[in-house]
């Protein structure tokens, strides 16, 4: 079922996607595709008789409905990354442009995209329980994975190899502490629409064998996966799920000393530049950005939209506010690494986000918040109270506290509440 760019037929998570970034792009968002829900209601997303996964039953069919958006380029070239709880795989799905075969400044052949599918899956891990501790990587790769590898990729319509290549260096060599997930995570290339790439062929076979190779597992039976309430994911953070992965994504690539000319620190100094011209900072009052979650940051976007700036969507949105968090961080001497990071991920399963927050930095999100809308570089809400900042209420069987568990606040819907009804476990991010 999937997660939106973000946010698919009995969607149980939304589905988050969204636009490749090659070279800075601007990210736009897509909401549940109200078709494809009716569609997979009626049962219309048929497997094929030998499939090992029944893509007509969840938790397949979302994910099997997502994979051939994808192959099919159905709402463009919006990458993004698909997690089932307790399955033997998880996807990270990729477009390949065959005109950018050169190593630049800012084309790393996706591979820096790969890393922030990557930690998104890690950050939804964490929110459903699979992730509990970050102190023991590289975790082993369990029995029933589908592979015994723990990045794989699968290149179904042919494009060039370098970007399976360089995508599978990034990952294997991120650091043993980023290594968690106990299955193979493949990493799926399609072909991008640009002029000069050809259609992938065959579609309805491919995205049946790319669902098969990712989640049969090493039995080949796909027995393996969980529906759980949507409601977990109502503790995610979707302002800081972005920025986050993008900040990290790029710090890590650079880390990794795979590229001799690509530049991610530079590559992300651009995309805060031109987040805040596509947002209006600083002095654009309507850069509020409240609690974070998925319905503030929607509201956000579309205030934006409706005033003719539609290029200040989520992930901008989400880059230049952790820009200015790393940047709170050192003002108050606060220890804001990676590690830190997914403290308040695993924390905010238990008690919420803003408990985990405060836990893991000494000070409020309220606090974090009015710091950026106050300052000179955003001056978007000069007179921000901190105590009036919006919080994510904890949700789902992993509150500590069941008052928690009954608790909602303005920031915690994602898309319409009756999603917090449905049924699944995919997630799929951008």
């Known amino acids: 079922i999937a997660f939106p760019n973000r946010r698919a037929a009995l969607p149980a ?21 109200a078709l494809a829900l009716v569609a997979s209601v009626l049962g219309l997303f048929l497997p094929l008789t030998n499939a090992a996964c ?34 033997d795989g998880a996807g990270v799905h990729l477009f390949a442009d065959a005109n950018l075969l050169t190593e630049s400044s800012d ?29 023991i990587g590289p975790v082993p790769i369990k029995a029933t994975s589908t592979s015994t590898a723990r990045f794989a990729c699968i290149n179904k319509c042919a494009s060039a190899a370098v970007f399976c290549e360089k995508s599978l260096a990034v990952l294997n060599a991120l650091p043993d502490s980023l290594k968690l997930l106990d299955r193979t995570v493949f990493v799926i290339f399609y072909p991008h629409t640009e002029v000069g790439n050809v ?34 994911m109502l503790n995610e953070n979707h302002l800081v799920a972005e920025g986050d992965a993008e900040y990290w ?5 650079d ?20 987040g805040k011209m596509s947002c209006g900072v600083p002095g654009d009052t309507k850069f509020r950005v409240e609690s974070g979650s998925s319905s503030a940051t929607d509201s956000l976007v579309n205030a934006y939209s409706d005033a003719g700036q539609p290029q200040c969507a989520d992930n901008p949105i989400g880059e230049i506010s952790y820009a200015f968090f790393l940047e709170w961080c050192a003002t108050h001497s606060i220890t804001c690494t990676q590690d830190k990071q997914f403290s308040v991920w695993m924390r905010a399963r238990a008690v919420g986000w803003c408990p985990a927050f405060k836990e893991t930095y000494g000070k409020s999100w309220g606090e974090y918040v009015c710091a950026m809308e106050a300052s000179d570089e955003y001056n978007s809400n ?14 789902g069987e992993g509150c500590e506290s069941a008052a928690d568990s009954d608790s909602s606040s303005a920031g915690n819907a994602r898309n319409g509440g009756w999603l917090s009804l449905a049924l699944g476990a995919a997630v799929l991010l951008a």
Not at 199 to 206: G, L
């Open 107 to 135: 084309n790393s052949f996706s591979a820096h995209t790969a890393v922030h599918e990557y930690l998104h899956i890690l950050q939804q891990a964490m929110l459903a329980g699979d992730v509990t501790n970050t102190s």
């Open 382 to 395: 000069p007179s921000c109270v901190a105590t009036d900042v919006a919080c994510i209420a904890c949700t």
């Open 249 to 253: 994504g790029l710090t890590l690539t």
């Open 255 to 274: 880390d990794t000393n795979v590229f001799s000319v690509f530049d991610g620190a530079a590559y992300w100094s651009g995309k805060i530049t031109d």
């Open 199 to 232: 259609a992938c062929t065959n579609t309805d076979a491919k995205k049946q064998e790319i669902l098969d190779e990712v989640y049969a597992g090493a039995d080949g039976t796909c027995a393996n996966g969980v529906q759980l309430s949507y409601n977990y």
């Open 13 to 33: 998570s939304p589905v988050r996607v969204h636009p490749l970034f090659i070279p800075r792009v601007m990210v736009c968002t897509t909401r549940i595709n």
């Open 54 to 87: 029944d893509a007509s039953t969840e938790p397949w069919q979302g994910v099997f409905h997502d994979i051939g958006q994808k192959i099919t380029a159905e709402e463009g070239p919006s990458g993004g990354s698909t997690y089932v709880v307790d399955a």
